[in-house]
């Protein structure tokens, strides 16, 4: 299964050193595991590169037909709950409105504080100023997102509210870079919230799940509630079939010793 899944991550293939490096097994046990995968049909081997079969194809479309019925917030709701488990914080998912111009919660998962942030589903939040709205925008297309933020009316939510439009596209570029995105009192004063982004099997982004807490809480468990937010976007993406794409001096290599 190691094997299947880091080539997803590699359309062009692998060698057997790549493969060796990349899963931490020596040579000669993957060598047999290789040949059993290409025999069934679930690899295929072509140019000295190793690349997923019409087996392996074959299996994904079996999984995906019986996962078909079930939106990205079924399948985040487990992980949710989670959150809440471990952190006593509420967990929070949200699309982009229709108009793109707000996030709104689709599902939520309450804190069992007494104080806690509070949510609904249905409430928006700015984009700008909202963790997951931040997360919306970052992997926007670039021709779009330096649209709005060209035209988009700067509003003062608290007095901490970031209205510099040079610094918040910085910070967008920081959560594109990340992968997490971090607010303290921007859109409501006393709130701190933590986001990070759900791709689909395109790559394309679906939602941002987060994290929302009273402001000085949050800052005493910043970084316990940023690595937390960031493992569950990460594992949801997973779970909808996102696999980021490997083009690193290793595939390279093995697509020059292909067409040698």
Not at 4 to 11: A, K
Not at 156 to 176: D, G, Q
Not at 217 to 238: M, P, Q
């Amino acid at each position: 299964m190691r094997i299947l899944d880091d080539l997803c991550s590699r359309p062009t293939g692998a060698s057997l050193a790549t493969l060796s490096d990349s899963i931490g097994t020596p040579k000669s046990s993957l060598l047999n595991l290789l040949r059993g995968l290409t025999a069934s049909q679930h690899l295929s081997f072509v140019d000295g590169l190793y690349q997923l079969g019409p087996e392996a194809y074959g299996l994904a479309s079996a999984i995906t037909a019986t996962r078909r019925f079930l939106g990205f917030a079924e399948l985040a709701r487990p992980v949710m709950r989670r959150i809440v488990d471990q952190t006593h914080e509420t967990s929070v998912l949200a699309v982009m409105s229709t108009d793109k111009r707000s996030a709104v919660y689709v599902e939520k998962f309450e804190s069992p504080t007494a104080i806690r942030f509070s949510a609904t589903v249905g409430d928006s939040r700015p984009l700008l100023w909202s963790a997951v709205g931040r997360v919306l925008l970052a992997f926007q297309v670039d021709h779009w997102l330096n649209e709005y933020m060209r035209t988009v009316k700067m509003v003062r939510h608290t007095p901490h509210t970031e209205i510099n439009r040079a610094r918040l596209r910085a910070i967008l570029e920081e959560v594109r870079k990340n992968h997490v995105a971090a607010t303290f009192d921007q859109g409501t004063f006393g709130v701190a919230g933590f986001a990070a982004p759900i791709f689909d099997s395109s790559g394309t982004i679906v939602a941002a799940i987060g994290i929302a807490a009273p402001t000085e809480r949050a800052r005493a468990n910043a970084n316990k509630l940023s690595s937390t937010i960031y493992d569950a976007g990460r594992e949801i993406s997973r779970t909808m079939g996102y696999r980021p794409r490997i083009q690193g001096k290793d595939q390279v290599k093995d697509q020059v010793k292909g067409r040698g």
